[in-house]
């Protein structure tokens, strides 16, 4: 295998529903978008995900990853990071799955990795592993859309066909955002997706609910 062979499977292996970070589990408040009728379709959900991908926690991540990336010390990143999460489950989401992510990878690749919100974790990662940062971004930002289109599959609910299809629609923006997050730094981390933060704060006391955000 190639230097470049290896580094794409290792990042699909990281980011792949079958790596125990419990990805599944989180719907990012779309539960609670489709229980009030925010999301009822394939249109609305691609709406949503493109907000959330270009002006919520898609970019904002993106940043943070970048960040973690280029630091020796993680600490000041994962710092923003949790003080950044806009609900107490979009902390519990980053934390859980980071704390995941740090634990398996160790493991895995024996390496020492310290407890860290996941997009931190991952840029972290990936610096030590000499992974390139731009390939990190794009296959993160497709995970994370991924993840969502799969739950939305699940609650809208929309045919598997329809949910491929729009993961490859909004792919390009994928690459995009990551684009943009290499050239940024902190001081360009936003949020103005405010449907999707005030839908991960009414998913807290949502009363029928089969995601843990």
Not at 34 to 45: G, H, I, K, Y
């Amino acid at each position: 295998m190639t230097t470049q062979t290896e580094q794409i499977l290792t990042l699909a292996q990281w980011l792949s529903p079958a790596y125990p970070v419990g990805a599944f589990a989180y719907s990012h408040g779309l539960e609670w978008a489709v229980e009030s009728r925010q999301v009822t379709s394939s249109e609305s959900l691609k709406a949503w995900l493109q907000t959330v991908l270009s002006h919520g926690a898609g970019q904002a991540d993106a940043l943070l990853l970048a960040a973690a990336y280029s630091a020796e010390d993680p600490t000041r990143a994962d710092a923003i990071a949790r003080a950044f999460a806009a609900s107490a489950e979009r902390l519990k989401e980053t934390v859980l799955q980071g704390e995941a992510f740090t634990r398996a990878t160790a493991d895995i690749w024996g390496v020492t990795l310290p407890s860290l919100t996941y997009p931190v974790a991952v840029g972290h990662a990936a610096r030590q592993q000499g992974l390139p940062l731009d390939l990190t971004l794009t296959m993160y930002l497709q995970a994370f859309l991924s993840n969502l289109a799969a739950a939305g599959m699940r609650l809208v609910p929309l045919g598997q066909t329809e949910g491929q299809s729009l993961i490859k629609a909004l792919t390009p923006l994928c690459i995009e955002i990551a684009a943009k997050a290499e050239a940024g730094s902190l001081e360009d981390l936003s949020s103005t997706a405010f449907m999707a933060d005030i839908a991960a704060m009414k998913h807290e006391t949502q009363y029928s609910r089969i995601f843990r955000t």
